[in-house]
């Protein structure tokens, strides 16, 4: 019996199969370095977007008389998660180290927190440009946003150092 052929079938075969795992393994590991890539990018941003935010926070909430500082409640923008939504959804989440993986769901607890207290804000349509009308005056459940966003900001660069190794 004549078991070359057999033996190079079973070759051609296990060749296929581990090639087809290879290049499986290598679209995942893309796939979860273009979302850590996203999720760094969304960190980015949004510790810019802090940037924007806090001085307009701080004027509502403190009605600081000396700068005469216009803005709207639409001022107040809402952060970026989608990112962190479809990496969280992927699974990625947990191949993450425990702090990186801490890091990341405080900030994004902090992130769903003012993205609803800025909806409150939006809903009832402040007018921030009357001398009575701050965000603690106003909504005392809500006192401490810039305080939050302060502390948010400083998490958010926290995050990007811990991200900054896997991204």
């Known amino acids: 019996m004549d078991f070359l ?13 581990i090639t087809a795992l ?46 005469d500082y216009k803005g709207t409640y639409f001022d107040l923008q809402h952060f970026y998660t989608y990112s962190y ?14 702090e990186a993986r801490q890091e990341l769901e405080e900030v994004y607890t902090l992130i769903s927190s003012h993205n609803h207290q800025t909806d409150i804000l939006r809903e009832h349509k402040v007018d921030f440009s009357s001398h009575e009308a701050t965000i603690s005056s106003l909504f005392p459940r809500i006192g401490g946003y810039s305080e939050r966003l302060e502390i948010l900001k400083n998490k958010l660069k926290l995050l990007q150092e811990e991200l900054r190794c896997y991204a």
């Open 22 to 67: 290879t290049i499986l393994r290598l679209q995942e590991w893309r796939h979860k370095k273009r979302m850590l890539k996203a999720l760094y990018s969304e960190v980015e941003s949004n510790l810019g977007l802090t940037g924007k935010i806090l001085p307009l926070a701080e004027h509502f909430s403190k009605k600081d008389n000396g700068k």
């Open 5 to 17: 052929p057999l033996i190079s079938a079973l070759i051609t075969g296990l060749i296929s199969v």
């Open 85 to 98: 939504e479809d990496f969280r959804r992927s699974g990625y989440l947990l191949s993450l180290n425990h």
